[in-house]
């Protein structure tokens, strides 16, 4: 039995079965429609969501399973101060598979650690979201023809942006990927996210326009306000990029626009007209790939013996994870624990340096 926590639990061999799968769904939906027959997901959102939890959902349906959900937070037994670890060995009671949404950086984790069945990494906090760079693989594969040799700029908020430090991390190990990172100096990707990568593949920018001229795919992100410590410093930063038909004037006549959604100003909508524009076609790969993400993982929970995703050389000991994001500093009584990457000691749970 395994979990998807990180996008680097899976694969390159395994990401490109998924696409086999998610493409083949497409073409043969009917031949998948009684594949969950039987079994349920749980979708835990303690955070909002409108496509990451209905494209589960939708996708479970269209396998023939069932879903329960629980939304908000306010509404469940966290709001009376249940940790992640308890609410997931109930939760596991009830279902076959969880897709699970936190605030909390590392709650995934602490899931997949006490869970008696497949956890889904749904987003948690500002640290990882594997299934939007499912969504973001398989619209890349689908609208490029391939995922190598490409010209990537990411921009916007990839300090906070969670599905950018997923989407590095997973095209990072195609052949000839190149990423142009465009930020305000406020916001610019965390060191966790880059350390361990080629180095030469990566150009820092402030300017979209100079940038432009050599992309194949701009994924356009959201300030994300509510990771913000300052309402005055999200308000500064808040329109720092806002991408408008004069703008794609220098660009490739075959670049393609991705950006995870919700869009809040960042893309003009005179730009959704534009072919390039391909953010609403994402959110329906999406869907075909959670399905067949969730084929995967009930597939091979057929064999109970859990693969623990806590990195084999953590270590508990006085080391005090200090990120005020972090579950560990939450979770009751919860070991602190970390590795060392890097010559840096990091923590397991949200990868932050301690
Ligand atoms: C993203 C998220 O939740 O991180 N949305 C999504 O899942 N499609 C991006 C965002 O909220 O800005």
Redesign the pocket.
């Known amino acids: 039995m395994r979990s998807l926590i990180d996008i680097l639990d899976l694969s390159v061999e395994e990401l490109d079965d998924l696409l086999k799968t998610a493409n083949d769904i497409i073409d043969n939906p009917q031949k998948y429609s009684k594949s969950c027959e039987g079994k349920k997901i749980a979708t835990l959102f303690f955070e909002p969501?409108t496509?990451?939890r209905m494209s589960f959902e939708a996708a479970m349906y269209e396998l023939g399973g069932n879903v329960i959900s629980m939304t908000g937070g306010a509404t469940s037994s966290a709001a009376k101060g249940e940790s992640v670890a308890d609410t997931i060995k109930v939760v596991s009671n009830y279902v076959d598979i969880i897709a699970m949404r936190h605030f909390i950086e590392g709650a995934a984790l602490v899931a997949s650690e006490n869970g008696d069945v497949p956890i889904i990494n749904a987003?948690d906090g500002g640290h990882c979201?594997p299934t939007?760079t499912l969504a973001d693989l398989l619209t890349i594969y689908r609208e490029k023809g391939h995922l190598d040799n490409l010209t990537i700029g990411l921009c916007g908020d990839l300090k906070y942006?969670?599905?950018v430090h997923s989407l590095i991390n997973a095209m990072s190990r195609y052949e000839g990927v190149k990423f142009v990172l465009i930020s305000p100096k406020e916001l610019m990707c965390p060191d966790y996210v880059l350390e361990d990568k080629d180095q030469d593949s990566f150009t820092v920018t402030t300017s979209l326009e100079e940038a432009m001229p050599s992309l194949d795919i701009l994924y356009m992100?959201?300030i994300?306000k509510e990771r913000f410590d300052s309402e005055e410093e999200y308000l500064r930063l808040k329109d720092s990029y806002i991408l408008n038909p004069e703008k794609l004037l220098t660009a490739k006549s075959d670049m393609k626009i991705l950006h995870?959604?919700?869009r809040v100003n960042e893309i003009s909508v005179a730009v959704d007209d534009d072919p390039r524009a391909v953010y609403f076609k994402q959110t329906l790969y999406g869907k075909y790939m959670r399905m067949a993400l969730i084929l995967k993982l009930l597939n091979e929970a057929e064999d109970k013996n859990k693969v623990s995703l806590m990195p084999s050389d953590a270590l508990s000991d006085e080391y005090k994870c200090t990120n005020p994001k972090c579950i560990s500093q939450c979770e009751q009584e919860l070991k602190h624990k970390s590795v060392i990457r890097n010559n840096k000691r990091r923590c397991v749970y949200c990868e932050h340096d301690i």
């Open positions: 969501s496509r990451t987003g979201h939007q942006g969670r599905t992100t959201r994300q995870p959604l919700p």
